[in-house]
């Protein structure tokens, strides 16, 4: 089983359209949670850290259920600068500030 | 913003050659890494610097690689006798500390193609 997994889309959402992202994670003893924007050909950009208690900025929303191993990211009112890779990373405690990414979801926004 | 620097941002090499990537992590950052991502495939970890020594590196780290930190400020990347399957982008980072909330701050990462 992967590591970390997620569903590799794309997703092709309109202007204004809410989308959300699926990952789950293989070690159930991972604590620390991430999402990442990756531009096509750029570095990764954090987005926003994953709480147990779900947690929002601004359009952006992450939510963490430890008993499903399953993380989320919800975008609402998408905007075309929104189009990305999307990246569900999960940081591993048993190593030294080593993180571990999922493949990616791409976002297509278009008009 | 304070960022990490890269350089070069593209280097096309011959297989066999040795390459060294070069990187200014964050100033007031104490710890270093290089991920690579092959075109179309993940990030992946390749190695950890903490105190002038590795921490941590994957099992693609191998022999082939090395990391340095020659002065006060650069952590080089070197692959000797590059193969053809190097060909990726190489990610250099740097955070502050080892805990889960030190954001780990990438730079704009150098291509590299092996032909």
């Known amino acids: 089983r992967k590591e970390v997994e997620q569903d590799p889309g794309p997703f092709n959402v309109p202007e204004g359209a809410t989308v959300a992202f699926n990952c789950t994670y293989s070690n159930s003893a991972s604590q620390s949670f991430f999402w990442y924007r990756q531009d096509c050909r750029k570095e990764p950009k954090l987005l926003m850290s994953v709480y147990s208690s779900g947690n929002e900025d601004g359009r952006f929303t992450a939510q963490l259920n430890r008993a499903s191993q399953y993380i989320s990211l919800l975008i609402r009112d998408s905007k075309l600068s929104d189009s990305a890779t999307y990246l569900c990373?999960?940081?591993?405690?048993?190593?030294?500030?080593?993180?571990?990414f999922g493949a990616g979801t791409r976002l297509a926004v278009h008009p | 913003e304070p960022e990490v620097t890269q350089t070069p941002s593209h280097q096309v090499t011959q297989m066999g050659q040795e390459v060294i990537l070069r990187c200014v992590p964050i100033s007031n950052h104490l710890y270093f890494y290089w991920y690579r991502q092959i075109l179309g495939q993940k990030v992946e970890f390749l190695v950890s610097?903490?105190?002038?020594?590795?921490?941590?590196k994957s099992e693609i780290f191998d022999d082939q690689f090395s990391v340095e930190r020659p002065d006060g400020s650069n952590f080089t990347l070197k692959i000797r006798s590059t193969k053809l399957e190097d060909s990726a982008m190489y990610f250099c980072?740097?955070?502050?500390?080892?805990?889960?909330?030190?954001?780990?701050?990438f730079g704009e990462g150098s291509w590299l193609t092996v032909v």
């Open positions: 610097f903490y105190n002038n020594e590795i921490s941590e």
């Open positions: 980072a740097s955070s502050e500390g080892a805990s889960s909330g030190n954001t780990i701050y």
């Open positions: 990373v999960v940081f591993d405690s048993g190593g030294y500030n080593k993180l571990i």
